[in-house]
């Protein structure tokens, strides 16, 4: 069940810079974490940031120091500042929001850096 919906994907040439936005489709209550995963072409879905109600921030190392995650606690929105991006970065990113009574999640937007 779907109840985020992500924006802000798009292709841009490697060095350069997008926003993901993320934000639910209906009321989704007690949110504990909220974070972004990618999933590239015959990969796994893998981690890229997460954060807390609180502010408390985790990376994947792959992405530290080019990606910030901030979050809006009271819009539930999510967003991911992405600079520096490489080729190795494309893929489906989604939005992930975690409950006491589990996830949510978004149907995905595609982030393709190439020149």
């Known amino acids: 069940q779907e109840r985020l919906v992500e924006s802000g994907g798009g292709l841009v040439q490697p060095g350069g810079s997008l926003r993901l936005s993320c934000a639910p489709s209906?009321?989704?209550?007690?949110?504990?974490?909220m974070g972004w995963y990618r999933q590239a072409p015959g990969k796994e879905r893998d981690l890229v940031a997460t954060?807390?109600?609180?502010?408390?921030?985790n990376y994947a190392d792959s992405v530290k120091g080019r990606f910030t995650i901030s979050r809006d606690n009271a819009k539930n929105t999510v967003h991911l500042q992405m600079n520096s991006l490489k080729s190795e970065d494309t893929a489906v990113y989604y939005c992930?929001?975690?409950?006491?009574?589990?996830?949510?999640w978004g149907q995905g937007t595609q982030v393709t850096v190439s020149s």
């Open positions: 209906g009321s989704i209550s007690s949110i504990i974490v």
């Open positions: 992930n929001a975690r409950t006491w009574v589990g996830d949510y």
């Open positions: 954060i807390t109600k609180a502010g408390n921030t």
